[in-house]
Every structure is written in structure tokens, then in C-alpha cells.
């Protein structure tokens, strides 16, 4: 218990109390335009939230942008996370670095990328016009908005589905296939109703992100298109209207938790199933019934969307026959696909990179005026960013060494030791990954102010290290879980004490974890922008906060250079991470 | 009933599965019922396969994995319901229609998987070591159970297994297969009895195989035993030289009386060691030049005898079988 008090304490400062703060400031009355906060009671900011028209409009308009980029990250991710779970060795190493990637490098360098290919003068437009057909206007917009958070979010889908995928008895589509079914039915019938975990399981998780998204809506909107996140900054950081800021927090706050609540129940309905099947079948918990109707249900529906189909499929017979003659277009058109998808998740890092050597002051893309590295040199006489450099790069260091080592005491408390009130602990400690960034660092903002730590460089370390924990709790409590005590016992019957057993049986075994959770802190605190873009001021400007800021106000190509610097960066934590453990396992700790 | 028998890695279930046309022969062809169907997909051959672990659908009820086949053969959902009802029936699960696969045992598992693959009257039913994740008593159980439905219903089936035992109380006839080849097709009697090769004479049952000469003296054949021992052999018709001579050790008797008949060959050896089963004994004998001997004694016959000590095996000269080595 004692070991997870240093780490209760950052949680305590950086996320608990500014937490309960917020709460509270939520229900307090303010004048308007002026920051002040009155010391009365009101219920105002609320009913205003719920009730104004413009407000619901802004909240319907955030859940139909996550809505339309989980289902466009679906059947993208589908169809990938089917070739993930098919293919073995060299093929599967390919396709899983491919999805992890993006998930690595930071999401403004993504987003620049983005705005690049999706630009009126973009490669897709100009495509278009070759075509002779009319420019689109993506970016600024809500199209851009939805194609962004499906780029930077897919992954997870992919992740989900093809971990379900893999766990697919192949017989079972052998069977199908020997009673009769095409290939197309048993995938059907059969790979489909099975893989609907693994579907609602990454779809929640999905529009969770894509609902609590930050930096995407606000560059691909270009600040026109207002949704819940950039209405709280809006609202806190413009019009300084702290309480209802707060009150709008707390309501994404909710949404997010009856999410993540699903989301947990989703995945871990099976697993709880399995277990409770082997204890007693007469005791399963009502939630457990309840999730198993709720399964049976969905493939019910499924089910009954491939009777649908195949009704309809009667009428468009004589065309599947038509198709039929033409399966090998289809299935080369199907690698087609797959591989535009996969030039989709993995386009924004090479065009941010060779847009960065462009001999143009214009961002353009294929670029113009030759090649040039003046966008590289002409950092060098921009001060702030060389700042903003070592900033970043020494609260990511301390990050890393006070998070990892706090983080491993935590880790360790919480898998070895029972003690009331774990679970919740658990989840305390989980849910700054979990929950809305934005919400963490308005929160943060707050409580700094109030103890007059604003844009102070240990205010935003607490705040990266709040995330950086919860990360390396997650990744250490996963290879320790693995973890075979009886080797300590045995240790300990050969004669080492206990520190000794620790420093030679303990921590080499762990040490693999450790590392990968040393990347990740690394990685997550150098990213990081949401937080913040909130809690650093002036002298303490990040890396990605210089970055996004300038984004805000204008394309400058200086952009493209600093973007590619993180980028490569991540890429370089990847391959070493990739060298020292191999990519596999760093998707499953992931 | 058809089984191929064979130790793991012979290719037995690759050519199950390559006549349930999940594997492309590289050479040759596959023909069911008069058809050439080696470029037939999977699902248009009416072949059902039963899989070494079910492969039962887990997101469907017993009754739903079992009408799976109808249903896309898009038979009327009346008449699935009375086939699905029947077959049930047949494998003894009458009334557990609504059950989902997981809440079953083993043995339950393995009726649904049969009757699935039975429901679609397949022109030839595939077993992929069927009963080889069962327990022993269920295993036998299962053994007569499957043999008396294929019976009832007169269905073609092939059957794979590493287990001779299993081979022989079920199948009609047993292919023997070896390092991807096939060695012997033949009735249980006939393959036990006659095996025509050194490899299918161990496999089947215990066997002796000897290695040495085949001659001829004034009385007829002779086999010489590596090293001397002499057996003197009647209508094994083998020509001269080289050769291995396989006999059961149920065949052989082990001499108390010091009398050997007209019939058989007295060979004296040295008792070694005896491996006592309760119901049978195996005494292992080394003869003369050193080859070694198994010979089986069964229920009241079992008796102790004493090891280092010398003993005489009776061989009937019509026992053993002479092959090519």
C-alpha cells in the first residue's frame, strides 16, 4: 500500500483535486466577460447547457462527428484488422508497425499532415481536378474533421477487432465451409457474429476518443466548427467563464465514463463469463446475464442482418453471378483497397517529411522549388523553438525517471498485494488515460492558479506526469502479471534477502517491461499537447504547444521542419523499442 | 466405415482434409461418387467434417449449430426443425436443443459436432481423431456409438486415427499410412494377420521381427535366425536369401513340459525380463546369437518364472509371416 503513495500523491495533486475543484466550480455563478466568480450557489450553467439551443447543437454536432468517424474507422479498420489476424511473421510485423506508428508520433505532426493532403490545393483535390471534377472543401470543415479522427483513431479499432479476429478457431470457418457454406458465408455467418465483441469493444473506444478529441477538431475546423472540447477551452481561456467552462467539463466527464463503463463491461463480459461458468453456472451475477443477453442479442442481430441479406442477395443473384466472373478483379481490387487504407493511416508522416524539404515558402504537396533544408536552418534563428526544444525534452526526462520509478511501486502494489479498495485504486490510477485530456488540464489549470504554480515548469510536470504514470502503471501491472512468484520463494530459500532477490530475480524479469514502459513515458510526455496547450504559459511552452499555436494562426513551413523532428523522433522509439523486444509484444502492452 | 491409421505426422489428416478439399493435391485427383471434384470448393462437395476439437460454432445454440448446414442449403425452417429433432434423437441429446455449445461436456460437444455433420446427409462423413479428446471409458462408449449410427443411417465415412485399437474394433477397412505414402489397405482381420511390411507388422499390435535368412534343406524352407537359431517354416512360400520374419507373441508358447510337438520349433533362450499387465504377461527371451523374443501368456497361464534362467519357445510352424526386409 505504501508502495503507491508517491504515485497517489502526483494523482492526488495533478488530477484528483483539481477534479473535485472543478466540480465544485461548476456550480458556482459568474459575471459574464469579466473572470469573476461570485460566491453563490446557482444551477445556471447547466440548465444554459442543456437547454440553449446553441449549446445542444454543439453537443449533438461533437456526437455525430464521433459517430461518423466510428463508422468510417470501421469499415477502413475492418478489412485490416482482417489481414492483421491472417497473416503471420514478416507480413504480420509489417502490418502491425503500420498501425502503430501513427499511435506514436505526435498528433499535430499528424494533423499538419492532414492539412496538407486534404488542403484546397491538396494532392486529393488536386486529384479531383484532374479528374474534372469540382474541388471539395474538407479542410477547414467538418468532412476534415471526420477523416482526421479516423486516421488518428483507427488504429485502436484495428487493434481491437484483430486481437478477436486472431482468437477465431480457424476450424470454425472450416466447418462452415464443409456444411456448405461459400467463403463469403462463413465470414458471415460464422468470423462476423464472432468479431462483434472485438467491433463494440473498439467502436466505444472509438468515439470515446474521437467524442474527448481535442487538437484534430480544432486545427481541421480551423477554429469554425465548435465542439464540446474547443467550446470548454473557448469558454475558460477566452471568455474566461471558469463556472460554465466547468459545467461543460463535467458533462463530457459523464459521457465519458458511462463509455468507459460499456467499453470495460464490453471486453471484459467474456473473460467474466468464462470464469463464472467454471465457478458455478447457478451464480452468475445478474450484470453477467445482463452482458450475456446483451451479446446474444447482438448476434441476434446479426443474425438477423444476414437473413436481411440474404433475401436481398436473392434479388441481386444474377449480378453476384456477374461478380463471380469477375473475382479476380474483385480480390485484386480488395488488396486495392487495403493498400489505400493502409497509404491512408501512413500518408500524413511522409508528406509532413518531404513537405519539410520543400525549396517553397508555400506548403504544397507533391512540393515545389526544389529541394532545400532552409526550413531546418532558419529553426536555428527562431529562439523559441530551440526553447520550446529543450523544454520538452527535459520534462520529458524527469517524467520518465520520477514516473517510471513512482510508476513501478504502483504497479507492484497494486498486482501483489490484496488490500481493500484496490480496484478502485486501479482505476483512479487509470482514468487520466481514459478521460477527456482537456478535462485534465482545464482542472490542472485551475488548482495551479489557485496555488499561484501557473505556466510554472513543476505545474507542467505534474501535469505530464500524471499521464506518464497512469501509462507505465499499465504497461509494468501487465508484465507482472506474468510473473512467476515461485522464483522469488525461490530465491529466498537459496539465501538472498530480499533486496537481493529483487535486484537479481525481480528486475531483470521485469526489466523488458520497464523498458517498453520507459519509451512510452518518454513518447507520451514529449506528445503530449491537449494538457498542455492548458497549463504552460509563456516561459514553459512545449515543443507540440509551439507547434500547435502556430498552426492555429497560419501555415508557416517552419512547421513542416519541427513536425518532422518529432516525428522522427517517435520513429526512432520505435525502432529501438522494435530492436530490444520485437513490435508484437509492444502491441499487446500497448 | 474407411480408416486411415497411421502415427502422427503420416499425412492421414492432410488427406482428410484434401478430400474435404481444404488442401489443393499438388499431383492427382479426388473423386466422389463418380465425380472428379479435385477443383471443387470445399462447400460444394457434400463432404461433412467432424473436427479433431468440434469446431462448434460458439455463438450459437446446440440446436442453431446443428440446423447450420439446412439453413444454407436454405431448406424451409419446418423441415429443418424435424431433421435437426431427429438427428438429435439418433446421438442421444433429445431436449438439450436450447443449450449453448460451452455448457457442455466433452462428450456432449462431440455428439453435437457428429450430428451437424450427419444432419446434411454428406455423401461421405469426415472424422479428424474424433475421439481423441475424450477420456477413456467415454472413448469407448463412443467408439460402438459412432460405429452403430454410420451403421443406421448407411453412410460412407472416413475416419482418421492414430490408435490401432480404435482402427480396429471400428473400421471396416484400415489404411495404413506411413511418411505420406499409403503401405496397406485391408480388412482389420487381414491387415493384423498379413501385415506386408515390417513397418505395419509393428504398428498393428505387438510384433517380433527377425532378422536373417530364408534357405532350404532336405525337409523344405528354413529360417535362420541371425546367429544361429533355426526355424523351420510350413507354406511360406519365400524365395531364397535376406529376409524378416514377423510373429506375434501371442503365437509362441513358452515350454514347461520339455515336449515339443511335431508341429512346432523348440527354441531354447534366456528369460530376461517379464512385463506383467494383469490379465496377460510378456516374457522377453534372448536366443541364442542374441535377438530378443516377446512371448504373451494369458489369465491362468501367467505364471512367475525365474529370470537368468533357461527357457524353451515353442514356435507352431504355420505362425509368423515372412517379409522382405
Sequence with gaps: ?590 | MLCLLGPSGCGKTTLLRTIAGFEKPTSGQVWLGGKDVTRTPPEKRNTALVFQNYALFPHMSVFENVAFGLKVRRWPMREISSAVKEILDLVGLSGLERRWVKQMSGGQQQRVALARALVIRPSVLLLDEPLSNLDAKLRLEMRTHIKSIQRSLNITAVFVTHDQEEALTMADRIVIMHQGRVVQVGAPREVYATPNCTFVADFIGKSNCLRGIVARDADGPLFIVNGGPRVRLEGAAVAEGEAVLAVRPEELRLDDRGAASETENALPGILMHTTYLGEMAYHHVRLEGGSMLMVAEYGKQVRERAIDEEIVILWPREAGTMLRS
Excluded at chain 1, 44 to 58: G, V
Design chain 1, 1 to 590: 500500500m505504501t508502495l503507491a503513495t508517491p504515485s497517489f500523491v502526483i494523482l492526488g495533486i495533478g488530477f484528483l483535486a483539481p477534479l473535485v475543484l472543478l466540480f465544485l466550480l461548476s456550480w458556482r455563478q459568474s459575471v459574464p466577460g469579466s473572470g469573476l466568480i461570485l460566491d453563490q450557489w446557482t444551477t445556471a450553467n447547466y440548465t444554459r447547457l442543456l437547454f440553449d439551443a446553441y449549446y445542444f447543437k454543439i453537443f449533438w454536432r461533437t456526437f455525430t462527428i464521433a459517430l461518423y468517424a466510428t463508422l468510417l474507422s470501421l469499415a477502413l479498420g475492418y478489412p485490416i484488422a482482417m489481414a492483421i489476424a491472417r497473416s503471420k511473421g514478416r507480413a504480420k510485423a509489417f502490418l502491425l508497425a503500420v498501425v502503430l506508428t501513427p499511435l506514436l508520433t505526435n498528433v499535430v505532426a499528424r494533423t499538419l499532415g492532414l492539412m496538407i493532403l486534404l488542403g484546397r490545393h491538396g494532392p486529393i483535390n488536386n486529384l479531383l481536378v484532374q479528374l474534372g471534377l469540382p474541388r471539395l472543401t474538407l479542410v477547414p470543415g467538418v468532412p476534415g474533421i471526420v477523416i482526421g479522427l479516423t486516421q488518428v483513431f483507427m488504429p485502436f479499432l484495428i487493434l481491437s477487432v484483430s486481437s478477436v479476429l486472431e482468437n477465431i478457431d480457424p476450424a470454425l470457418v472450416e466447418a462452415a465451409r464443409s456444411l456448405g457454406c461459400t467463403r463469403f458465408g462463413a465470414f458471415r455467418r460464422v468470423v462476423l457474429p464472432l468479431s462483434v465483441p472485438g467491433i463494440v469493444g473498439g467502436s466505444l473506444f472509438v468515439f470515446l476518443l474521437s467524442f474527448s478529441a481535442f487538437v484534430t477538431p480544432q486545427l481541421l475546423g480551423g477554429g469554425m466548427v465548435v465542439v464540446m472540447t474547443t467550446l470548454i477551452r473557448q469558454q475558460a481561456m477566452v471568455l474566461l467563464n471558469w463556472p460554465f467552462a466547468s459545467a461543460v467539463a463535467i458533462v463530457l466527464l459523464l459521457v465519458s465514463i458511462v463509455l468507459v463503463g460499456t467499453y470495460t463491461r464490453a471486453l471484459g463480459g467474456a473473460e467474466r463469463r468464462e470464469s463464472t461458468r467454471v465457478a458455478a453456472s447457478s451464480k452468475i451475477s445478474s450484470w453477467g446475464r445482463a452482458v450475456q443477453e446483451l451479446r446474444r442479442a447482438s448476434y441476434d442481430l446479426a443474425a438477423s442482418l444476414g437473413r436481411a441479406w440474404t433475401r436481398l442477395a436473392r434479388y441481386l443473384r444474377p449480378m453476384r453471378l456477374a461478380l463471380g466472373k469477375l473475382r479476380f478483379m474483385v480480390r485484386a481490387g480488395g488488396w486495392g483497397g487495403k493498400a489505400l487504407i493502409i497509404a491512408f493511416i501512413l500518408a500524413p508522416l511522409p508528406i509532413v517529411i518531404v513537405s519539410s524539404f520543400s525549396g517553397s515558402s508555400l506548403i504544397m504537396f507533391p512540393p515545389r522549388g526544389g529541394f532545400s533544408v532552409r526550413w531546418y536552418v532558419g529553426l536555428l534563428s527562431r529562439p523559441e523553438y530551440i526553447r520550446s526544444f529543450f523544454i520538452s525534452l527535459q520534462i520529458a526526462a524527469l517524467s520518465v525517471l520520477i514516473g517510471v520509478s513512482t510508476g513501478t511501486l504502483a504497479a507492484l502494489a497494486l498486482v501483489r498485494y490484496r488490500f481493500p479498495g484496490r480496484e478502485v485504486l486501479r482505476t483512479l490510477f487509470l482514468s487520466p488515460l481514459m478521460l477527456p485530456a482537456v478535462l485534465v488540464g482545464l482542472a490542472l489549470l485551475r488548482l495551479l492558479a489557485m496555488m499561484g504554480w501557473t505556466a510554472t515548469f513543476r505545474g507542467v510536470l505534474i501535469g505530464h506526469l500524471v499521464l506518464v504514470t497512469a501509462y507505465v502503471i499499465r504497461t509494468v501491472s501487465a508484465s507482472l502479471v506474468g510473473f512467476d512468484r515461485s522464483l522469488e520463494e525461490a530465491s529466498r530459500n537459496l539465501g538472498a534477502g530480499v533486496f537481493r532477490t529483487f535486484r537479481r530475480v525481480t528486475f531483470p524479469l521485469i526489466k523488458p517491461g520497464l523498458i517498453v514502459a520507459s519509451i512510452f513515458a518518454f513518447l507520451v510526455s514529449f506528445d503530449e499537447t491537449t494538457v498542455s496547450v492548458f497549463i504552460t504559459g509563456p516561459g514553459t511552452i512545449t515543443l507540440p504547444v509551439r507547434l500547435f499555436s502556430q498552426l492555429e494562426y497560419g501555415l508557416d513551413p517552419t512547421v513542416t521542419a519541427i513536425s518532422s523532428i518529432l516525428v522522427v523522433i517517435a520513429l526512432l522509439a520505435l525502432l529501438v523499442a522494435d530492436r530490444l523486444l520485437g513490435l508484437e509484444k509492444f502491441s499487446t502492452m500497448r
